[in-house]
């Protein structure tokens, strides 16, 4: 007994000694939490949202073993997504790699990595990519929907839009033109959502046995299907994943790391763009005017001679005020840095706080500033025309404490790591939502229906899904047999779900 209490009270000390550190009178903040070494961590991973809009500004938290300083005043987000001398976005991102995919690259490659993505997303080269994808999703959405369809097809609405995306996004920047050695999209789509399902637990280390042994098996099975993405001499050849793999083969990665690089990328580049549009139809379809200022807005493009091609070029001021406000609504990123350097930050209402190294700096642009009612007037509310002026054109000033904002909503990051593909990632959007309200009717199931709650789980990772999902009616606009509407309440859900 007495030797218990001496480990124990040894193993206290050995506590203290490693993890207590002096305060100084220019840290920030400190709130420790009640649990030793977890600190806070549990009401990080189950809700971040709830948890940090208590702060106002700035917060240091203890999160497991880490101190991580919370900055939550846009005005002083610039100094931190800019600095490349004291803030490192790499080392959280190496964690997270190891955690997740079993990965371990060194730093210098996902710099060149990077390198790659930026030579083949943008450009020249991003107009070869809006046409593939545009093609895929037509192929795709034709598949979907017969045009012998008599009936009306039911399923949910978030399974519709992801899985579409995906595989349309995964033949344009992985597969080229499928051959006789491609994998199957839907196969790898199915296996990918068992993996995207448990990502954030694997990310925080918090899976369940049979959790842990079912995420292993998909990522296994994912690289397995994935062996042959970026080897090809065909019309893929010269692909952004060509090179990628190349690149990979260069620099001494062994053929199991290739794969579960190629996996980070898929999930990476494909992760986000089904849940965005699952939000943006699911808004629409809730909120009959902004379905039908959208849809006059697509309308007036099918009418040319050549909707897909001008598409492309031409511009959708509504359509990209309603995706930004979906976005504002549902991107939920944590944009995380370790200080490798200490820095003295500078907060725009004239305090300093030191940032020691070793520390991690975190901003969480969905609660500062996207749902800030200083900024957005009834931020928790859907409104399509929130990003536009009364004359229609794109609204890009937005005011806190009577100055105007630099950073008033950031679903894409900021700074030196903000997304790459972030056009891509907007054309292909909105060349779905188009092939969609323009090529089939689409009605909730029920009429009434509201918007599913957010997976709070998912906050930090990017765009939130849904708890649930919404179930939805489609049916093809060239089907030999249509539907007969008679009723006031179905003609008016058809004005507003069909051109």
């Known amino acids: 007994m007495i030797w218990t209490i ?36 549990l009401e990080f991973g189950k809700d971040a949202f709830k948890f940090l809009m208590v702060l106002v500004i700035l917060l240091q938290v203890r999160v497991a073993g880490r101190y991580v300083t919370v900055v939550l005043d846009p005005f002083s987000y610039n100094t931190i997504v800019n600095d490349k001398d004291c803030l490192d976005f790499s080392r959280f991102a190496v964690v997270l790699m190891d955690r997740i995919f079993q990965l371990q690259l060194p730093h210098d490659l996902l710099t060149k990595g990077k390198t790659i993505m930026k030579q083949h997303f943008l450009g020249l080269n991003l107009a070869g990519l809006n046409t593939s994808v545009g093609r895929h999703l037509q192929n795709l959405l034709k598949a979907e929907l017969s045009v012998n369809q008599k009936d009306w097809k039911e399923e949910g609405l978030f399974s519709l839009c992801y899985s579409l995306l995906f595989k349309a996004g995964y033949l344009t920047l992985f597969e080229g033109e499928p051959n006789n050695n491609s994998a199957d999209p839907s196969k790898i789509y199915k296996e990918y959502r068992k993996f995207d399902n448990l990502l954030t637990k694997l990310a925080r280390g918090t899976l369940k046995p049979e959790e842990k ?3 292993q098996c998909a990522r296994q099975r994912l690289c397995e299907l994935l062996a042959l993405v970026g080897q090809g001499r065909g019309p893929a050849a010269g692909s952004w994943v060509h090179a990628y793999r190349r690149m990979l083969q260069d620099e001494g990665a062994d053929r199991d790391m290739q794969n579960k690089a190629i996996l980070m990328q898929l999930w990476a580049s494909q992760g986000n763009a089904g849940p965005a549009a699952f939000w943006l ?6 909120n009959p005017d902004a379905m039908t200022a959208v849809k006059k807005e697509l309308c007036g493009i099918a009418q040319t001679d050549a909707p897909e091609t001008c598409l492309l070029n031409v511009k959708t001021p509504i359509f990209d005020s309603a995706l930004e406000e979906t976005l504002r609504l549902t991107a939920a990123p ?7 350097r200490e820095k003295t930050i500078h907060m725009a209402g ?29 931020p928790q509310k859907f409104k399509y ?46 060349q779905f939502v188009y092939t969609v309200l323009t090529k089939c009717e689409l009605e909730l199931c029920d009429p009434n229906a509201q918007m599913p709650e957010v997976k709070t789980s998912g906050y930090g990772f990017g765009v939130l899904q849904p708890e649930g999902d919404s179930p939805c009616r489609t049916l093809s ?19 507003h779900a069909t051109c």
Not at 281 to 286: A, I, Y
Request: aromatic letters at 10%; charged letters at 25%.
């Open 281 to 286: 139809l699911g808004f629409l379809l809730t």
């Open 334 to 340: 944590y944009i995380t840095r370790e200080v490798v």
């Open 350 to 378: 004239g305090q300093e706080y030191l940032l020691r190294k070793g520390d991690r700096v975190c901003l969480f642009p969905l609660l500062s500033p996207q749902m800030d009612p200083e900024i957005h007037s009834e």
């Open 213 to 215: 042994k079912l995420a």
């Open 385 to 430: 025309d929130r990003f536009l002026n009364e004359d229609g054109s794109p609204k890009t000033d937005f005011y806190k404490r009577g100055s105007r904002l630099k950073y008033y909503t950031m679903p894409w990051g900021a700074g030196a790591n903000g997304c790459v593909g972030k056009q891509l990632a907007i054309s292909t959007i909105r």
């Open 477 to 495: 606009t060239h089907s030999e047999t249509r539907r007969r509407w008679s009723d006031p309440l179905s003609l008016a859900l058809l004005t």
């Open 6 to 41: 001496i480990l124990l009270v040894q193993a206290g000390l050995l506590y203290f000694v490693l993890t207590h550190r002096k305060r100084h009178k220019t840290d920030p903040p400190l709130d420790k939490g009640v649990i030793p070494w977890l600190g806070h961590a």
